[in-house]
C-alpha cells in the first residue's frame, strides 16, 4: 500500500481498543476507534474508509446489526468481525451478511495486520477490473460490483462480485475451491470453506430470476456456472 489506509474500528473494551488502535497505528494504519455501533454508523456516514474492525458483542448496536444496516446501505466497505463468540454458526451468521473475515478473541495483533493487509491488497491494490459481462439475462458491471436484470438492480459485495466475475469468464464456468480460499481468504481452513459456501448460496438467489442460470458443486473440488 502506498498510502495510509483509514481503518474504522468498533471495540467496547477500554483495554483492548486502545492497544490494538496504538500497535495498528505503529503499523502504518489510519484509526477511528469507535466503542459501539451506533458512533460506527455516524462514522461510516460522515467518512469513506478502507476498511472496517467491528467486535460482535457491543452495547447500543452490536457487530451483527452494524454490519447489516451498512450493508442494507449497499456499504460494501471490507469488514473483518471479531468476536470470543466461536460457535460455527456465529462464524457462518457474520459471513451470511457480508463480512469479510471473521477473527476469534483473543488474537495477535500481527494475524490481524496480516489479515488487513491482504484483504486491502485485493480490494485497493488490485482493484476490480473496469468491464461488463454477460450472466444468462443478466449484465454485470465488475467495476461497481451493480447485476442488472431488466429493471431490477443489486448491489453485490466485492468479494461476492470476484467471485460471480470468476465463475463468469473462467473455462467452462469452472469456479476450482482450494484455489478461490486461497486467493481470497488466505487459507483454506473449514470456516472459510463454509464462508464460501454461504457466497455461493447468495449467488443462487441473486440469479434465480434468470432459470436458466445454475451453479452446480462439483463434490470436493468446486463450483460450475451452467447457462442452458
Known sequence: MNHKAKVLYLEDDPDLGEITTDMLTRMNFSIQWVNNGIEGLEAVKNEKFDIIIADIMMP????????????????????ILISARVLTEDVLKGFSLGADDYMRK???????????????????????????????????NHS??????????????????????RLATSKDGFLPRKETLL??????????????????????????????????????????????
Open 60 to 79: 447500543q448496536l452490536d457487530g451483527y446489526s452494524f454490519l447489516r444496516e451498512i450493508r442494507d446501505r449497499n456499504d460494501h466497505t471490507p469488514l
Open 183 to 228: 486467493e481470497l481468504w488466505g487459507d483454506d481452513h473449514f470456516f472459510n470453506g463454509r464462508s464460501l459456501d454461504v457466497f455461493i448460496s447468495k449467488l443462487r438467489k441473486y440469479l434465480s430470476e434468470d432459470p436458466r442460470i445454475s451453479i452446480i458443486n462439483i463434490r470436493a473440488t468446486g463450483y460450475r456456472l451452467i447457462i442452458s
Open 106 to 140: 483473543p488474537f495477535s495483533i500481527e494475524e490481524l495486520n496480516a489479515r488487513i493487509r491482504r484483504i486491502l491488497k485485493r480490494s485497493i491494490s488490485e482493484g476490480p477490473p473496469t468491464n461488463n459481462i454477460t450472466v444468462g439475462s443478466y449484465e454485470y
Open 144 to 165: 461497481t460490483y451493480k447485476l442488472t436484470y431488466k429493471d431490477k438492480e443489486v448491489m453485490l459485495s466485492p468479494r461476492s462480485g470476484e467471485i460471480l466475475y
